[in-house]
């Protein structure tokens, strides 16, 4: 397929000279690589939160601060009380049913890896090459019934993904088709690939407005308790000053739970957002290389090339794995009644 630029420059012996060329380092640190691969996202998610936790409350306690003054249920209640208020306010059903369904997801490990992206380029090499040899026609069986078809079933993972088979089933359909030129196919999966997008930001803005609001149902909070403390004004110096450092932690919580624990949320969605949305530009490019007569071997390169770095196969680990989906599928034996 050629030789890289990086081989190039290093006969060259420019390799050294130009340490700008060198890609990304995305790696991670063998202890957070630990503990993603342990439990994924989720566990991140709850140590994020433990760091969170221990380095606000722990310098407060440093500088001698009471832990217990910041005690407050009654502030704590009005803010998330106010918070998930305002959520239903400003969501229709649909969206806060997508947000419910999309929180769990936080906690899961993403299954948007290498291994997974080589499957599905696999998966696409093996339908663009038995098209290829025996014309489009030949798919109508594995595009009607993929559950059935011996190509699909040998990526079970892809074949779990009903969104994704559907991607691919009803683009392959279009083609065999044959009445739509490829810049009309091309419009349409950037069109359904946008509505997806759209549809997939709608649990990331909801939490996000969400956390937009905390900060302010926290200074709501502690208005009210500075009135509470200027109700009682009779008092003597120590009480006041007691309720006017409850009435403060209302904004204190608030930003906390806003910055701290909400708004991250929304941005570890839209991380999860463009994975997928990845999946579907890495076919898009496939099939539409395809259809303007490159090879499956070259299709399946130009796919490669969309992926994120961090989980892009190598050119040499996408070529060993086509070779083996080179092999041809075996067919069931009939046994003899």
């Known amino acids: 397929m050629g030789i890289g630029c990086r081989t190039l420059l290093s006969k060259a012996g420019l390799g050294s000279e130009l340490p700008w060329l060198a890609p990304p380092d995305f790696s991670l ?6 503990l993603y691969l342990t439990g994924g996202t989720g566990v991140l998610v709850i140590v994020g939160y433990f760091v969170v936790i221990a380095a606000v409350f722990g310098g407060y306690a440093l500088v001698g601060g009471h832990l217990g003054a910041l005690f407050q249920p009654a502030e704590l209640f009005m803010i998330a009380g106010s918070g998930v208020g305002a959520f239903i306010v400003s969501n229709n059903g649909k969206s806060i049913k997508l947000t419910l369904r999309a929180l769990p997801q936080l906690f899961h490990k993403s299954k ?5 992206y080589m499957d599905l380029m696999a998966l696409l090499f093996r339908l663009m090459a038995k098209a290829r040899q025996h014309g489009m026609l030949v798919l109508e069986f594995d595009i009607d019934s993929p559950n059935e078809s011996q190509i699909f079933k040998l990526y079970p993972r892809l074949l779990a ?4 088979v559907d991607f691919i089933t009803d683009y392959l359909r279009l083609m065999i088709g044959g009445n739509m030129n490829a810049f009309e196919i091309e419009a ?3 069109e359904e690939i946008e509505t997806y997008e759209h549809e997939c930001e709608i649990p990331a803005n909801s939490i996000a407005q969400i956390g937009d609001g905390l900060p302010a149902f926290g200074i709501v909070a502690a208005v009210m308790g500075v009135v509470h403390a200027l109700g009682a004004a009779d008092r003597s110096a120590v009480e006041l000053g007691a309720l006017i450092g409850q009435a403060m932690v209302g904004t204190f919580l608030g930003i906390l739970l806003a910055y701290g624990f909400v708004t991250p949320l ?3 969605l839209r991380q999860k957002k463009d994975e997928s949305v990845k999946m579907m530009q890495c ?11 490159y090879a499956p071997q070259i299709a399946v390169e130009f796919g490669r090339k969309t992926l994120f770095s961090a989980e892009r196969p190598s050119f040499s680990e996408l070529e060993a794995h086509v070779k083996l989906a080179r092999e041809p599928v075996k067919q069931p034996v009939e046994e003899d009644a």
């Open 283 to 293: 076919i898009k490019i496939t099939l539409l290389s395809s259809i303007h007569g």
């Open 29 to 34: 640190s063998p202890l957070v690589n630990r």
């Open 266 to 268: 929304a941005s570890l």
């Open 112 to 116: 948007y890896n290498k291994s997974l």
């Open 188 to 190: 349409l999966m950037d």
């Open 161 to 164: 993904d009903r969104q994704l």
